[in-house]
């Protein structure tokens, strides 16, 4: 994580409440009462719903244990009924499944971003419905769980998939060009913590073969946006989005080649900020806290 | 016009053919053999469908008229009669008609890069539905045409508008979020020569209000694209586009407001390329030569 | 401004102090316990040097003066020596003068916010060493002041710019390509209340002629700078920057075109940054709620 | 190479000349005599000094080698003693040898472009001055080779390596954040075949620790230069440029993760052009036929 420099262990709260008197204070108070230092604080106060978003960072002493750290947090804050919350410890990295299917890319600069140590997080294994990946997988010692899929066997790999995620207490799902829709069973479980990926060029191109339609058009930009997957598929809540410029001198092969290349950024940016735990999803949107 | 510095006078050909042997030779030859001096030469080859773009720029001595360059150009290129072409010169600068309700931004943006001198044109006429932009333009000393319209008298008030077009020897239309649909009544005679700009967005939104689903999705980029008017409605050819970053901090105004920015530069980015001959539409996109 | 949709008048507080625990809640609270709306809180921490910024913008009720929204403000705000405040009203626009030489798009594009209302702002005057402008600052219902700048006379000159800045309660000084540089005369009296443009590139090139050097080291970025003026010569805070990109295709001439296009975009986007006060200038750099 | 979809072989050639009559309609004409098809042509003038650049990449039926392509391409151009001209096929894969110290993302980057096919490359060798990157290198079956420079054997460790690039027919080294200053002995040898990269920020800051004294003026861009190296440090022709915006949330570590990030991404871009032979420097710039 970008702000652990420190030697002294991390704690990081995500925390959302309507907005009301001495919320803040009380958030940030406690942490002073526990003698924690403050590294981070951002917040941001939605005036048209009257709520309030917060994410803190702080250090505690390491001759307390991350375990009482959550307990004294617990025992302060569910006390709120109004509060939603979640915390992290930066001696637990983000453990991330990877669905692919044939793309390499994706793989490549997750398994990078991880094995440097600049995320802070694991690839704790990666799904295929495919096998073209393996050997790119097991390059960086990965796990890879070939899990083919079918029309009539979709209900039962899911099944499969999930237990998979379950038992290995996996945090965050990323699907890096996994070409299966995936539906409610998964995403049920994993609400706002399956990140997506997909082309998206202004205008819109409705119907098959986005990259032809827009080479017709004649596109000078063509755009990625990386979502978290909800029920209505490529509505989640945006995370982050960008756009490589093209001009007329580009083939469809080069449009096909850029929009990839351009994804992979997305994506990683997205996985990013999930990762440091800067991203909080209400109401079909996003707050995130860069 | 950018490269306009030098005393001698300039003229601009945009040229397109089927590709064969020797087509570039015989624009450039000919040129060369009046001992004119090339100062800017693009193509542009679509070879999936065989087709030579070009963009040809020359001083000529200035004891030779346009006119005579003209008859010259045209004794030899309409020999050739799979040849389109058209040809610009720099004493002539592109007389723009600008169609405006309320927004008043682009109305300043293009004075003030034609009083300037930095765009090779000038507003003959300003042309509105509505009264209220009128002590702005005459604040520019530029000619204000009101011309209300409404469903009843709509096809008599464009044949208004067109013969003032036509009267002025307008050679470009630029609708300045002009809140009226323009028929083919002003299409068919001014093809690819209505440059109109409208707010896109990553993902496209149907329906009424863009800005506020925009806002309810929390996307992080605004857009604006600029095209060619063509017979339908937003699917003319683009000649230029743009994003602007946003973050949930934005509210539904402030990201209008953005929008509307964004809008005002990238009409002026394609308004300048058209001015400046840089733009060739073909078969609903545009090959821009920058 | 763009918050300011509302009928009710808005207050915008600026501050920073030293972090100490009850800092935030103590400003709110204050607000709230004059039954004040707040519309916009942002707040950093700068967590290496322990200090605390934040702005606020609330609405007040019609029938209290903006007056007395100030007394009971300072009466609060007073008691504490260690903080650092600044308040506004959206009843007061900004009030600028404009220095220039003899570009006029930066003229342009603020007359527009201006006017427009875009820009909770006023050019109260524009002030220039030379008579280019006149007519270009008076189509606008500007007032001129030419206040011709010699070796010899510099001293005095200036004294006669601070009075007529003074005279006229100017709160901002926008520098929009004056060809002089502006001494400690002025800059003492308006500390972080002076904005100054220019063109900034990657690698830098110290000397004359920079686009000259740019075009000769083949740039593919021009890039702009706005900062607060400082006594040690364009190294004061940086407010905003921009680059565009360029080719080899670009002609000296037109770099320094897209330089000054480039240059005007961002002196607007600094002011406008001020304007809805938005920034606090510290150590040498910027906090800007954006 | 993003063009090379076709079954047929590819050649692309680079060719510069002084501007005279013919030169153009020479090389396009000699290339429809052999029968071959024309996939990509563009040019540019430099108008002021002129002469004439061009990049041309044509399709040739299989059963004639490269062999003899080359040799009828030679046939023909060698007689023209003012034309530089470069030929490349893609049955030849650009050889790339890529000097690292402790940095691994250029790394992945250039081995995901290699070896999943996106660039027409492959990775010959890395070579270090330290021993940190062996199992990254291995990792993806690349030869390592740890070549240790002190002040007293830099020269000799500079022939060792320049024999292994010999040895092993390298067409591009890459300095992937290799901590060393390359020499004479090198650059001489690999004249524009050496891309370096580097941080460049606006304002440009000189001494140590660029990223500290961008924090403290509070820059609101982080930028990144790619070029070929030069015998004068940094100062040869610029291939690619771009940058990364920040705020003023971010610490020092931060703009230093975002300019490694940003690094890595132009390094590739500058990396990609030269590899597709899109890039020819002439006069301490670069003409990019992007």
């Known amino acids: 994580m970008a702000e652990a420099r420190q030697n002294d262990p991390r ?44 994410r803190i960072v702080w250090e505690f002493p390491d001759d307390i244990s991350s375990i009482e750290v959550r ?7 569910s006390k709120d ?34 094995i440097s140590g600049l995320w802070h997080a694991e690839i704790a ?3 295929s419905n495919r ?15 070939h899990i083919p899929i079918t029309e009539a066997n979709k209900a039962e790999q899911e099944n499969k998939q999930l237990r998979l995620l379950q038992a290995e207490n996996i945090d965050l799902v990323v699907l890096a060009r996994y070409m299966q829709i995936v539906t409610d069973k998964l995403i049920g479980p994993f609400q706002n913590r399956i990140i997506n990926i997909h082309h998206s060029m202004l205008p819109a191109f409705a119907g098959a073969k986005p990259y032809h339609q827009a080479y017709k058009r004649g596109v000078k930009l063509i755009g990625a946006t990386s979502h978290y ?14 756009v490589a410029p ?45």
Chains 1, 2, 3, 4 share one sequence.
């Open 71 to 77: 307990e004294r947090v617990d025992a302060s804050l």
């Open 11 to 54: 704690a990081t709260l995500l925390a959302s409440a309507p907005l009301r008197m001495g919320l803040a204070a009380g958030l940030t108070g406690f942490i002073h009462a526990n003698g924690w230092r403050i590294r981070a604080h951002d917040h941001w106060v939605d005036h048209d719903e009257e709520y309030y978003f917060t």
């Open 131 to 145: 096998e073209d990946l393996r050997a790119e997988t097991e390059r960086f010692n990965l796990m890879f769980h």
């Open 229 to 242: 997957v909800s029920e209505e598929l490529d509505a989640g809540p945006i995370i982050a989005q960008d």
């Open 125 to 127: 294994m990666v799904i």
């Open 81 to 114: 009924q109004q509060l939603t919350w979640q915390l992290w410890f930066d001696n637990q990295p983000t453990r991330i499944a990877v669905f692919v299917t044939r793309e390499m890319a994706h793989l490549y600069e997750m398994a990078m971003h991880c």
């Open 246 to 290: 093209v001009t007329h001198r580009k083939s469809v092969e080069e449009l096909v080649q850029i929009g990839r290349q351009l994804e992979t950024r997305v994506l990683a940016r997205a996985t990013k900020l999930h990762v440091e735990h800067r991203v909080i999803a209400v109401s079909g949107r996003t707050v995130v806290f860069d």
